[in-house]
């Protein structure tokens, strides 16, 4: 207690320089907060949106399709999807199988016509995605229902309402164009234009009556029960999977997008951190270095009186951890109305992406301030005090007393 | 002369701490240089390769931007051949050519695939990268065939000299097709555009959509972007009343011009970040240097040194650590940037999103590295100036007495 308390005073003994020691590590600690919460947000909004909003945990396919998925291959589907979705209830893992069929649609209201990507749903759909709680108008299919969702745009776009009729046109697995109309049934917003802008949902009856589907469906989305890992998941299906033509695939593989740019993001942060703190403890070295020479003799007529050369280091580390303290503080103090905004107000990103930009912001995008943030930042910036003082610390408890208290003079 | 002597003297006799503080400056010199060649490279990046394929001026037929499908060829331009020679006489338009866009099937035996169709002039200035992406064929081949990319190739099963069929609706709403020998197979760094597109001469196009002598837009290449809403105002008084509408490439990529803007601010905030805490770490070690030897300038002043000649002396030495640190950071920024320019740094999917290919390449300027060289220079600087306006403001008395 008496070293701590020491060490205290030590530190309000050169208020300059504890301030700048202060003042490059609350900027690294506001740095670290701001950029874990923003990285958390990524993952836990962004992430789970992408799965939320069409990946599902993971998708069960022919093993040949991804290698020809540009075309919207009907050919290699996967048949019989009644039983393999009951095989996969069965399991004890999947909590819901949902099929869907994905192809090329060209949608028309008889004034304009577009191409979009299809997309045959089932109502358990509404299990594995969040397009139940996204209909703002109409509502979601029941296996009965048959008909389409557009997205609000396009809806406006087309001038269509519920209850209105659009005219699809589709090649099918035969390489035949085929004509269905279908009754809009209900208008949905994602706040993602990838989803929102360019796909139609179809009532998979419907979609596999237009393209001569039968049974069969282009993908199975899968949702596990809570508790099981994903990792965890796949090995079972797959394993399940093993005699068939099928293959289980993480969600991860459906949206590489998403992924690539939450790593690089990730990545580049943390290499700017690495820098940033190489630069704090380097200060830091610098400022316990000069602090050891400064008090030299003051060192020395405490070994005389019969401090131990560990109570040295514990002095000195003492007022780097009271510098470190004082920097969190100050950077915790720093990051809250960023984080307050971030968290509770959130940016919007989504309008200043193009389009094509395969990430789902939402509306707004939130920051995730976790307790863990705090304690990671607390610890790196206690740790980078303590690196940037254990050199200078041991060096000055390795001084001779005789040598010390004949220091006269600085250097 | 003699201050930047007794200034290197100086740092010659603290190697440890001139290390520390060169280090400092070094690594924040480093990092400013790095970030400045990233997004120098994306800007660079973007420029090429967006402003590559899109132009710096487009004249488009009205109503076509309206149209729900991207792929409409409802709205056209009519008198293309007369946008082109009235561009082509403009002050600093290097290039002006036809495009015709259109959705297409592409059909072989057992598959088909959509894509879009883009009728092109094999004489265009926009050729150029396409030209340098082909790995089988040629770009006359256009002329009388189609050109597709390796990754369509392999989707379809295709070679070069096989026969596809286009499918496509044309002009009069009715399905028509054309079979077309495969003349050349592409390559290009962004899988996304291969996955897409298809080329033809713009007269087969014309046949195919039964538009003869049409086409959706005319593409002006400039010798300078800048010039470009110049050009743009020029063509718009020339064809004021006329269904077409003009845009520079400010309008074409607004959004992207955006994320630039925003991406610039979230660099220049990394690089005020890393300024302020080099500033900080160096600054501290400077004082520190400064305060050591607080009985040394003491003397100096003693013996007739007047303030502002020690003010001179400490800052000449901050000077040259703020002149070697910068050095030392460059030597460390400009491999890193030159490494990343010559391989390119994997961002991946996301990358592909911008039009930028997986890989986008960072890109050395002169601009910047003398920035970054006299931003470390400074940074050291300001730091020498407060610890010389701290030291000088002690008496002679007190500073011969420092403890």
Redesign the interface.
């Given at each position: 207690m008496k070293l701590f308390k020491a060490g205290m005073k030590n530190i309000l003994r050169n208020r300059r320089r504890t301030s700048l020691n202060v003042i490059s590590l609350a900027l690294g600690i506001f740095m670290m907060v701001f950029g874990l919460s923003w990285g958390q947000g990524y993952h836990s909004y962004v992430y789970t949106a992408m799965r939320n909003f069409e990946a599902g945990d993971a998708q069960i396919l022919n093993r040949n399709y991804l290698k020809e998925e540009r075309r919207l291959p009907l050919d290699l589907a996967v048949s019989d999807t009644r039983r393999v979705v009951k095989s996969l209830t069965d399991t004890n893992i999947v909590k819901t199988a949902s099929p869907r069929i994905d192809f090329s649609v060209k949608v028309s209201n008889r004034m304009e016509s577009t191409r979009l990507l299809g997309r045959g749903v089932s109502q358990a759909e509404g299990e594995v995605t969040v397009i139940r709680n996204q209909i703002t108008e109409g509502r979601f299919f029941t296996d009965t229902d048959r008909g389409v969702l557009l997205g609000e745009d396009l809806a406006r776009r087309m001038k269509l309402n519920i209850g209105d009729t659009l005219y699809l046109t589709a090649i099918d697995r035969h390489g035949t164009e085929n004509f269905m109309s279908l009754k809009l049934t209900g208008i949905f917003k994602f706040g993602f234009p990838p989803i929102d802008r360019q796909v139609i949902f179809v009532d998979i009856e419907s979609a596999r009556s237009l393209l001569d589907m039968r049974a069969s469906s282009t993908r199975i989305v899968v949702r596990f029960t809570e508790g099981t890992s994903i990792t965890e998941g796949l090995e079972i299906l797959n394993e399940k999977l093993a005699n068939t033509e099928l293959t289980a695939y993480s969600w991860e593989r459906f949206a590489q997008e998403t992924v690539s740019a939450v790593q690089s993001d990730m990545g580049s942060f943390y290499v700017f951190i690495l820098i940033l703190y190489m630069m704090i403890i380097i200060g830091m070295y610098n400022s316990m270095s000069m602090t050891v020479r400064e008090r030299t003799g003051e060192i020395g007529t405490m070994r005389a009186i019969g401090a131990r050369r560990s109570d040295i280091i514990v002095l000195l580390l003492f007022e780097s951890i009271a510098i470190s303290c004082i920097a969190i503080i100050a950077g915790y103090l720093l990051a809250a109305p960023f984080m307050y905004y971030l968290t509770n107000i959130g940016i919007d990103i989504s309008s200043s992406l193009p389009d094509s930009v395969p990430v789902p912001f939402g509306e707004r995008f939130y920051a995730d301030i976790e307790p863990l943030q705090f304690l990671l930042a607390f610890a790196i910036g206690i740790a980078s005090g303590i690196t940037g003082t254990l050199i200078p610390a041991v060096r000055a408890s390795r001084l001779s007393i005789t040598d010390s208290l004949g220091a006269k003079k600085h250097g | 002369m003699i201050f930047l002597k007794i200034a290197l003297l100086n740092l010659r006799s603290h190697p440890?701490?001139t290390a520390?503080?060169i280090?400092?400056i070094a690594?924040?010199v480093?990092?400013m240089e790095t970030v400045a060649g990233m997004v120098d490279g994306m800007r660079n990046n973007f420029f090429t390769n967006m402003l590559e394929e899109s132009g710096h001026i487009q004249v488009i037929a009205a109503g076509k931007e309206d149209?729900?499908?991207?792929?409409?060829i409802e709205h056209t331009l009519d008198e293309y051949t007369d946008i082109i020679d009235t561009a082509r006489s403009l002050p600093g338009v290097e290039d002006a050519s036809p495009f015709l866009t259109f959705?297409a099937?592409l059909?072989t035996e057992?598959?088909?695939?959509?894509m879009a169709g883009n009728g092109i002039s094999s004489a265009s200035g926009f050729n150029k990268s396409l030209d340098e992406s082909i790995v089988k064929g040629s770009l006359n081949g256009i002329e009388d065939g189609v050109l597709i990319s390796r990754?369509t190739a392999r989707?379809?099963k295709l070679d070069y000299g096989d026969t596809v069929i286009i499918l496509v609706e044309d002009s009069e709403g009715a399905?028509y097709y054309l079979s077309f020998p495969v003349r050349g197979i592409y390559q290009t760094k962004s899988s996304d555009f291969d996955?897409m597109n298809l080329f033809m001469s713009i007269e087969q196009a014309q046949e195919l959509l039964y538009l003869p002598g049409r086409a959706s837009t005319v593409k002006l290449k400039l010798t300078d972007k800048d010039l470009a809403q110049t050009a743009a105002e020029h063509l718009a008084q020339a064809y004021a009343g006329m269904p077409v509408v003009i845009k520079t490439w400010r309008q074409i990529h607004g959004?992207?011009m955006?994320?630039i803007d925003?991406f610039d601010l979230f660099i220049y905030i990394?690089n005020l970040?890393?300024v302020?805490?080099?500033a900080?770490?160096i600054?501290?070690?400077v004082?520190?240097n400064m305060?050591?030897?607080a009985?040394e300038f003491g003397t100096m002043r003693a013996v007739g040194l007047k303030k502002s000649g020690l003010f001179a002396l400490i800052t000449t030495e901050g000077l040259s650590l703020g002149f070697l640190g910068s050095l030392a950071g460059l030597a460390l920024g400009i491999p890193v940037v030159l490494y990343f320019q010559e391989y390119g740094l994997d961002?991946?999917?996301?990358?592909?999103?911008?039009g930028m290919g997986s890989a986008f390449y960072f890109h050395l300027t002169a601009k910047y590295i003398i920035l970054n060289f006299a931003s470390g220079i400074l940074i050291a600087l300001a730091g020498a100036a407060y610890a010389a306006w701290?030291i000088i403001r002690k008496s002679v008395i007190d500073t011969l007495s420092w403890?």
């Amino acid at each position: 207690m008496k070293l701590f308390k020491a060490g205290m005073k030590n530190i309000l003994r050169n208020r300059r320089r504890t301030s700048l020691n202060v003042i490059s590590l609350a900027l690294g600690i506001f740095m670290m907060v701001f950029g874990l919460s923003w990285g958390q947000g990524y993952h836990s909004y962004v992430y789970t949106a992408m799965r939320n909003f069409e990946a599902g945990d993971a998708q069960i396919l022919n093993r040949n399709y991804l290698k020809e998925e540009r075309r919207l291959p009907l050919d290699l589907a996967v048949s019989d999807t009644r039983r393999v979705v009951k095989s996969l209830t069965d399991t004890n893992i999947v909590k819901t199988a949902s099929p869907r069929i994905d192809f090329s649609v060209k949608v028309s209201n008889r004034m304009e016509s577009t191409r979009l990507l299809g997309r045959g749903v089932s109502q358990a759909e509404g299990e594995v995605t969040v397009i139940r709680n996204q209909i703002t108008e109409g509502r979601f299919f029941t296996d009965t229902d048959r008909g389409v969702l557009l997205g609000e745009d396009l809806a406006r776009r087309m001038k269509l309402n519920i209850g209105d009729t659009l005219y699809l046109t589709a090649i099918d697995r035969h390489g035949t164009e085929n004509f269905m109309s279908l009754k809009l049934t209900g208008i949905f917003k994602f706040g993602f234009p990838p989803i929102d802008r360019q796909v139609i949902f179809v009532d998979i009856e419907s979609a596999r009556s237009l393209l001569d589907m039968r049974a069969s469906s282009t993908r199975i989305v899968v949702r596990f029960t809570e508790g099981t890992s994903i990792t965890e998941g796949l090995e079972i299906l797959n394993e399940k999977l093993a005699n068939t033509e099928l293959t289980a695939y993480s969600w991860e593989r459906f949206a590489q997008e998403t992924v690539s740019a939450v790593q690089s993001d990730m990545g580049s942060f943390y290499v700017f951190i690495l820098i940033l703190y190489m630069m704090i403890i380097i200060g830091m070295y610098n400022s316990m270095s000069m602090t050891v020479r400064e008090r030299t003799g003051e060192i020395g007529t405490m070994r005389a009186i019969g401090a131990r050369r560990s109570d040295i280091i514990v002095l000195l580390l003492f007022e780097s951890i009271a510098i470190s303290c004082i920097a969190i503080i100050a950077g915790y103090l720093l990051a809250a109305p960023f984080m307050y905004y971030l968290t509770n107000i959130g940016i919007d990103i989504s309008s200043s992406l193009p389009d094509s930009v395969p990430v789902p912001f939402g509306e707004r995008f939130y920051a995730d301030i976790e307790p863990l943030q705090f304690l990671l930042a607390f610890a790196i910036g206690i740790a980078s005090g303590i690196t940037g003082t254990l050199i200078p610390a041991v060096r000055a408890s390795r001084l001779s007393i005789t040598d010390s208290l004949g220091a006269k003079k600085h250097g | 002369m003699i201050f930047l002597k007794i200034a290197l003297l100086n740092l010659r006799s603290h190697p440890r701490r001139t290390a520390v503080i060169i280090t400092a400056i070094a690594l924040a010199v480093g990092i400013m240089e790095t970030v400045a060649g990233m997004v120098d490279g994306m800007r660079n990046n973007f420029f090429t390769n967006m402003l590559e394929e899109s132009g710096h001026i487009q004249v488009i037929a009205a109503g076509k931007e309206d149209s729900l499908d991207p792929f409409s060829i409802e709205h056209t331009l009519d008198e293309y051949t007369d946008i082109i020679d009235t561009a082509r006489s403009l002050p600093g338009v290097e290039d002006a050519s036809p495009f015709l866009t259109f959705g297409a099937l592409l059909i072989t035996e057992e598959k088909n695939i959509f894509m879009a169709g883009n009728g092109i002039s094999s004489a265009s200035g926009f050729n150029k990268s396409l030209d340098e992406s082909i790995v089988k064929g040629s770009l006359n081949g256009i002329e009388d065939g189609v050109l597709i990319s390796r990754e369509t190739a392999r989707l379809m099963k295709l070679d070069y000299g096989d026969t596809v069929i286009i499918l496509v609706e044309d002009s009069e709403g009715a399905p028509y097709y054309l079979s077309f020998p495969v003349r050349g197979i592409y390559q290009t760094k962004s899988s996304d555009f291969d996955n897409m597109n298809l080329f033809m001469s713009i007269e087969q196009a014309q046949e195919l959509l039964y538009l003869p002598g049409r086409a959706s837009t005319v593409k002006l290449k400039l010798t300078d972007k800048d010039l470009a809403q110049t050009a743009a105002e020029h063509l718009a008084q020339a064809y004021a009343g006329m269904p077409v509408v003009i845009k520079t490439w400010r309008q074409i990529h607004g959004n992207f011009m955006l994320l630039i803007d925003l991406f610039d601010l979230f660099i220049y905030i990394m690089n005020l970040f890393t300024v302020i805490v080099a500033a900080a770490v160096i600054t501290n070690s400077v004082l520190m240097n400064m305060f050591d030897r607080a009985r040394e300038f003491g003397t100096m002043r003693a013996v007739g040194l007047k303030k502002s000649g020690l003010f001179a002396l400490i800052t000449t030495e901050g000077l040259s650590l703020g002149f070697l640190g910068s050095l030392a950071g460059l030597a460390l920024g400009i491999p890193v940037v030159l490494y990343f320019q010559e391989y390119g740094l994997d961002f991946g999917a996301i990358s592909e999103s911008f039009g930028m290919g997986s890989a986008f390449y960072f890109h050395l300027t002169a601009k910047y590295i003398i920035l970054n060289f006299a931003s470390g220079i400074l940074i050291a600087l300001a730091g020498a100036a407060y610890a010389a306006w701290v030291i000088i403001r002690k008496s002679v008395i007190d500073t011969l007495s420092w403890r």
